[in-house]
């Protein structure tokens, strides 16, 4: 089992930048996979970054591509989203994901309006 806490969101303005956070339960090298997803009222969560553990380099959907950076803090056992030129479509809730021992986990989601 995997407990999975982000943490960063809130209301941001057209332009600004937020940095978000998934705090982990289990060691991160064990894990296959990490990613992170939004969704819109109505909508399924969409994919926005995929990334394995094994290596390679993350694939961004082509939304946020260029303003999106996923990266991983051993230290703090966290998964990072720092998000930048932020757009009120950016407006959704966010979750991460990882895969361990063929399971997809998902954390509970935080709340990102972009908003002037």
């Known amino acids: 089992q995997v407990q999975l806490v982000e943490s960063g969101g809130g209301l941001v303005q057209p332009g600004g930048s937020l940095r978000l956070s998934c705090t982990v339960s289990?060691?991160?090298?064990?894990?296959?996979?990490m990613g992170w997803y939004r969704r819109t009222p109505g909508k399924s969560p969409r994919e926005l970054v995929a990334s394995s553990f094994s290596g390679g380099q993350p694939n961004y959907a082509d939304s946020v591509k260029g303003r999106f950076t996923i990266s991983t803090d051993d230290s703090e056992n966290t998964i990072n989203l720092q998000m930048s030129n932020l757009k009120p479509e950016d407006t959704a809730v966010y979750y991460c994901t990882v895969l361990y021992r063929r399971t997809l986990y998902w954390g509970q989601g935080t709340q990102v309006p972009v908003s002037s």
């Open positions: 289990i060691n991160m090298f064990s894990l296959e996979y």
